[in-house]
């Protein structure tokens, strides 16, 4: 079994900073890349960004220069600073990793349950 449990949603004004943060449990072999995804109303899941076992960083041209992502590998353990919020960041924001579980078994993609970040104007 394998959870991944995020904290760090809430309500911020336009502006202001949130700090993400995902951790991943249960039986596991390694993990590779890692990210968050959102969700608005309405809309589908996109992308923000990810950021692979060895650090390698992607992100959305929307987030870029105001979210930063980071990994900490001994915890399973992945954080979404994001600076400069704006109203259309609105969205729940999902945690995924892609894992294995069992040595020389195939990897999967594994989701957290979500955590709702608000942006007012």
């Known amino acids: 079994q394998v959870q991944l449990v995020e904290s760090g949603g809430g309500l911020v004004q336009a502006g202001g900073s949130l700090r993400l943060s995902c951790e991943a449990s249960g039986t596991i072999f390694s993990v590779n890349a890692m990210g968050w995804y959102r969700q608005a109303p309405g809309n589908q899941r996109e992308l923000v960004a990810t950021?692979?076992?060895?650090?390698?960083?992607d992100y959305a041209d929307s987030v870029k220069g105001r979210f930063t992502i980071s990994r900490d590998n001994a915890k399973n353990a992945v954080t979404l600073e994001m600076n400069s919020l704006k109203p259309e960041d609105t969205a729940v924001y999902y945690c995924?990793?892609?894992?294995?579980?069992?040595?020389?078994?195939?990897?999967?993609?594994?989701w957290g349950q979500g955590t709702q970040v608000t942006v007012s104007s």
């Open positions: 950021i692979s076992s060895g650090g390698s960083k």
């Open positions: 995924k990793a892609n894992l294995v579980r069992v040595y020389y078994t195939r990897s999967r993609d594994y």
